[in-house]
């Protein structure tokens, strides 16, 4: 027996399901240049003699890890080629480049070998020969015009050291090279650093510098952008268009061309690079304790490489969360003030310009350019436009969203980090038995609370207890004893604490919620590309009495028109003779068919 249709419709809705609602727009959901950073704080007040033996041999000494050597007072070059490998693969890693050396690696262990042959020391090719073999790698592998491929000259002036700018694409790495190994023979060697932005600079290593192992605590900050009120901004261009009269108009965006894009683009709507470097550059000014940066040189190679935002130091034994907060709060307030200057900086290069003009040129730059032709129908009275910008307004919210640990000694490749719940282990690596619980509970006293936007404290860490063999478990808000200390993390895993997930200390009915703390906010203004217009009409007429009469005249000869067509219709709908004969004879022509088109008439 087979269905009807309406069996077959009732079966496909039992099989998948009553219609659901539609899809909603929510304008409040997070921009897609949502920003995550990282600010690293060094805990200065743990004892040397706390660490084990082994924190301070973590790594590799960077001289080791170069294939460099001090030889009678000056340091030498010994292991070119793993000079050049270890290098290099930091710059490609620091620049994003992929594998795009292998011709540099090459030229560069050549010229090196030709020069150790020749002078029996790399000094004169570390001090500039480098920087010519780098050079000639952009070059073809042709012989030059003595017909030999004997390595380039070294009698090359002393480059300067670099300026701590980016290091460019691969078609330069030889030069960075060359500069970056310039003052080996002084000790010291800049190694290529990717940054938080994504470009990359040059850090100065200092080869006699000996280990000196140290934790971190490593805040995760977010920067979100939420939608909010969205008007009318400041006005671009007015012009008056007299009666009759037609005229051009070209809008021309910020967007136009690349170099506007790039100083008018932001992390708040418009993230790319270019704005994640001059973030970058401002927030580094601004949330960077200077001491610390000073002495942090060895260990920032490879935490920089982490994405870091900002630099601090800080104690944790003694009450030192105290300290802790204090520095935390004063990043929050640079971190914001950074934010502000750059929106201001990136609204101030969104220019949108409308000009006007009679004539029929039109632009041929490779620019986007939008003309259109408009014109004023009036006849007595002028019309006026007012162009002007439309303004979106963004909150930017930033936040602590995780807490981290971390370990350096300042050799290369010691960097090591972990996520609080693994507090214990991470320090059991590096500090002696007996301090370890110490340790543990100095660090988790510090960090168990975080003061958010209004100076409330915010609860961050929950103690994890494990029972009946791990099958139970218990979760609580972490909580300290009668001497403010909190119990460290148990060896056998049993207790332990974690960051809290979720937005941390936010009200229920909060309408932009974030991940964490919230330690500041902010509503900003951003001027977009977009263009409104308004058409004014002029309040006084440009007529005289003889012209108003006569377009006078012309309405009411036009309403009269009208008028007779309207009774043609009348007489056709009616069907009445004696009207329709009498329209024939006093108009001359036929009443209107009823598809709408007159007939004349016989004579």
């Known amino acids: 027996m087979s269905e009807t249709g309406s069996e077959q419709k009732r079966k496909a809705v039992d099989f998948v399901g009553e219609p659901g609602p539609g899809a909603m727009i929510d304008q409040y959901l997070p921009q897609p240049g949502q920003l995550v950073g990282r600010r690293i704080i060094r805990i200065e007040d743990i004892a040397g003699e706390d660490f084990l033996d082994t924190a301070a041999t973590a790594g590799v000494a960077w001289p080791e890890y170069f294939g460099i050597e001090k030889r009678d007072e000056i340091w030498e070059i010994v292991q070119p080629e793993l000079l050049t490998q270890r290098w290099l693969d930091r710059y490609e890693k620091a620049a994003r480049q992929g594998s795009r050396t292998a011709t540099l690696r090459a030229t560069l262990n050549a010229s090196a070998r030709g020069s150790l042959a020749t002078a029996g020391s790399l000094k004169n090719w570390a001090r500039g020969g480098a920087v010519r073999a780098g050079t000639a790698a952009r070059m073809s592998s042709a012989p030059d015009d003595s017909g030999n491929t004997e390595p380039l000259p070294l009698d090359v002036p002393e480059p300067d050291p670099p300026s701590g700018g980016a290091g460019g694409g691969g078609a330069n790495a030889g030069t960075v090279f060359g500069n970056g190994i310039s003052v080996v023979a002084e000790g010291h060697i800049y190694v290529p650093v990717g940054t938080w932005s994504g470009h990359q600079v040059e850090v100065d290593v200092d080869l006699e510098a000996t280990p000196d192992p140290a934790f971190f605590l490593i805040q995760v900050v977010g920067i979100s952008s939420f939608l909010g009120d969205y008007g009318l901004g400041r006005t671009v261009k007015t012009f008056t268009l007299l009666p009759g009269e037609e005229a051009r108009i070209h809008t021309r965006t910020w967007r136009s061309t690349e170099e506007s894009m790039a100083l008018a683009s932001s992390i708040i709507d418009s993230y790319d690079e270019s704005s994640a470097e001059r973030f970058a550059e401002t927030v580094l000014s601004e949330t960077t304790d200077t ?106 919210r ?92 148990t060896a056998n895993g049993r207790l332990y604490y974690r960051f809290k997930r979720g937005p941390l200390g936010q009200a229920a009915d909060e309408e932009h919620p974030v991940e964490g703390v919230l330690v500041s906010e902010r509503n900003i203004v951003m001027a977009t590309d977009s263009v409104v217009v308004e058409a004014l009409l002029g309040q006084s007429t440009a007529l005289d009495g003889y012209s108003e009469d006569l377009q006078l005249e012309a309405i009411r000869e036009k309403r009269l028109a009208n008028d007779r067509q309207e009774l043609a219709l009348r007489i056709i709908r009616g069907g009445n003779d004696a009207e329709a004969d009498l329209f024939q004879r006093v108009f001359g022509v036929c009443c209107p068919s009823e598809a709408g088109t007159d007939v004349e008439a016989e004579a």
Not at 354 to 379: G, H, K, L
Not at 435 to 456: E, G, P, Q, Y
């Open 291 to 396: 001491a610390t940066r000073e002495k942090s040189e060895n260990w920032y190679v490879d935490a920089e490489a982490k994405a870091s935002i900002g630099i601090a130091s800080a104690s944790v034994s003694g009450g030192g969360g105290g300290e802790y907060s204090s520095g935390t709060e004063e990043f929050a307030r640079s971190l914001d003030e950074a934010v502000r200057e750059h929106a201001a900086e990136s609204s101030s290069h969104r220019e949108n310009t409308v000009t006007s003009s009679s004539e029929s040129s039109i632009s041929t730059e490779e620019e986007e350019v939008v003309e259109r032709t408009i014109q004023n129908i009036n006849v007595g009275r002028v019309l006026n436009f007012t162009f002007r910008e439309l303004n979106q307004m963004y909150t930017t």
């Open 398 to 489: 930033t936040h602590i969203k995780d807490l981290r640990i971390a370990f350096s000694n300042g050799n290369a490749d010691s960097w090591r980090e972990a996520p609080i719940s693994g507090l214990r282990q991470f320090v059991e690596e590096h500090i002696n038995p007996q301090s370890v619980d110490r340790v543990c509970s100095d660090i988790i006293s510090t960090i168990a609370v975080l003061r958010d936007l209004n100076d409330t404290p915010v609860p961050v860490l929950e103690q994890v207890r494990l029972e009946n063999c791990g099958i139970d478990f218990t979760v609580r808000d972490a909580q300290p004893n009668d001497n403010c200390e909190f119990p460290a993390p």
